[in-house]
């Protein structure tokens, strides 16, 4: 078990109510035009409390949440509707989520990239890219800034988020700043929309 992982099942209870203390309108209003609706099949990597699946569920999507830490896990399976497909995987590999469903119209990252090394997210990107439906949007939140807990986190950037994308045929189709939803001033976030390279060439049709 990861030292990252390990600090979420310890912390499981606090971080839950920390999470769910906020709205997803406000956390995920940088992309808010690619807010889902209806019928759309959703995969939340790193669901947590389970505050943004339970937004993506009252939307009227189809969702499946994974998270590692069971702690975390089972208290956003007991606090989500039943319609939730919880999951115990994780990245890079995701495969469960990929035996359940071969493709996901939208799948979200929300707090989640700064964990993995260089090499997990070459991997990742690939899984994910496989993941993601012929229009579907690939949204992965960024932070800038580190841990003072014992969590470890890596070196974030657009460019190599970008850089990676595009080897496997991904795009970024939207960047946004914005600060941190609990107003810690050592905390910026930005959050980056991509979409597979075919899908973009088709519209300047």
């Not at 999470?19 to 939340?44: I, K, M, Q």
């Not at 045929?169 to 700043?177: F, I, M, N, Q, S």
């Amino acid at each position: 078990m990861s030292v990252n992982t390990s600090y979420y099942n310890e912390n499981a209870v606090q971080l839950s109510k920390q999470y769910d203390s906020l709205e997803f309108e406000n956390v995920h209003r940088a992309w808010h035009v690619y807010w889902p609706c209806g019928a759309t099949r959703v995969l939340d990597v790193g669901a947590g409390s389970g505050r943004d699946t339970r937004w993506f569920v009252e939307q009227g999507c189809s969702v499946v949440a994974v998270e590692p830490a069971s702690e975390l896990r089972q208290l956003g399976s007991l606090n989500s509707s039943t319609q939730v497909q919880w999951l115990d995987d994780a990245l890079p590999a995701l495969s469960k989520a990929r035996e359940l469903c071969s493709h996901y119209d939208l799948i979200l990252l929300s707090a989640v990239w700064m964990h993995l090394n260089s090499a997990v997210r070459k991997k990742s990107i690939a899984v994910l890219s496989e993941l993601l439906s012929e229009n579907g949007k690939l949204v992965i939140t960024l932070r800038h800034g580190g841990f003072n807990d014992g969590r470890s986190a890596y070196r974030v950037s657009v460019e190599q988020l970008e850089r990676l994308s595009e080897a496997v045929g991904l795009t970024v189709c939207h960047v946004a700043e914005d600060t941190d939803s609990l107003k810690r001033k050592e905390i910026s976030w930005q959050t980056v929309v991509l979409e597979h390279a075919r899908s973009n060439k088709s519209k300047g049709r």
